[in-house]
């Protein structure tokens, strides 16, 4: 909950200060008739000073915990999420959900936390954290590889996503039946992940990959697009920016944890992309029978031209200043490169 003033005031909280364990009792009661609202029960910090969600005793719930930050709503699950390190600050409410009624959740004091410094806990191993910007907001999504994890919903492990200002970007993971800010999920060697995206204000967004080292040399992380069908390697440049329409499907991406058919093609890397003022050259490293296509960033097509047997191939481009994405078709892959056209 929150308290709203119509102008600056100083509130004054009177009475003695908690200084005992405190146990919360939850429902999984529902007084409405929206099945998304079963079990979720809204509870507060109970002391003067922060706590650590990791300290408290909620072993009879599920094992996330959602607060509101103003904008978004932020999660963690005892090991990955934005709420850092499962801080609570003093004074704050939270969301815990139950699929049992009556369960209790036990604060002790020990979950007290003093400091105002953050902690900062070590990498976690095959962790992605997925972060959408734009519009001045910011959301987060993470996705973790965990052996003891399904890839059906673990009350344990996963998060739902809680939707927040519908201004800001909302980016989510996508498994049957549910949509989840943190997805934990076993590493069986051919992953892909329904990536969900959708935002109330079109414009320009980017998403940035943080944590790609977390995997091993062997293991691809590549974003797809699926509005332009164009694939980008995370690992080689994490940001990926794109034009975006309210209208757009929401589940526009992908990220695939496996190698995608063209990316990694050695015959594809001797094609080169680049621009010259207004126009597109293409060196085609001797591949025959290729299609250019040049787009901007909402998809539409500007220009398209197959050519066969040129070294270099220049595009003259009629189109206003700005970000233009080429992608090169050819019997053994796409290349796509975004370039700039004055």
């Known amino acids: 909950y929150s308290v709203q003033m119509n102008q600056p005031q100083t509130a004054m909280f009177e009475g003695s200060l908690n200084s005992l364990p405190v146990t919360m009792t939850l429902s999984k009661q529902n007084p409405g008739t929206d099945p998304d609202r079963v079990g979720w029960n809204l509870l507060g ?23 509101w930050d103003g904008i978004q709503y932020v999660s963690w699950n005892g090991a990955v999420g934005a709420l850092t390190d499962g801080i609570i600050p003093a004074q704050n409410g939270f969301f815990a959900k139950t699929m049992t009624d009556g369960v209790t959740m036990n604060v002790p004091l020990s979950a007290r936390v003093h400091s105002s410094l953050a902690f900062y806990k070590s990498s976690v191993a095959d962790l992605l954290e997925i972060a959408a910007q734009g519009n001045s907001f910011s959301d987060k999504t993470f996705v973790h590889f965990n ?62 990959a943080n944590g790609t080292e977390n995997f091993a040399s062997n293991v691809p992380v590549i974003l797809q697009d699926v509005k332009l069908d164009t694939y980008q390697d995370l690992k080689a440049n994490p940001v990926y920016t794109f034009s ?95 370039v700039f056209i004055r």
């Open 147 to 208: 052996n003891d994890a399904t890839a059906d919903f673990d009350n344990l492990f996963d998060a739902y996503k809680l939707f927040g200002n519908v201004n800001a970007p909302q980016i989510y993971s996508m498994i049957t039946g549910d949509i989840l800010s943190i997805n934990e999920l076993p590493m069986e060697g051919n992953e892909t992940i329904d990536l969900g995206f959708k935002c109330n204000t079109t414009g320009i967004y980017s998403i940035t």
């Open 45 to 67: 910090n109970p002391f003067s000073s922060a706590i650590d969600w990791d300290l408290t005793d909620h072993s009879a719930i599920d094992g996330a915990v959602y607060v």
């Open 244 to 338: 975006y329409e309210t209208s757009d499907n929401e589940n526009r991406f992908k990220l695939w944890f496996q190698q995608v058919t063209g990316i990694s093609n050695p015959d594809l890397n001797h094609i080169r992309v680049f621009s010259l003022n207004s126009t597109v050259v293409i060196e085609n490293g001797g591949i025959l029978n290729c299609v250019a296509g040049i787009y901007d960033l909402a998809g539409r097509e500007i220009c398209s031209q197959a050519f066969s047997c040129q070294t270099t191939i220049h595009i003259p481009v009629t189109a206003a200043s700005g970000v233009y994405l080429v992608k090169v078709r050819t019997a053994n892959g796409i290349i796509n490169q975004k």
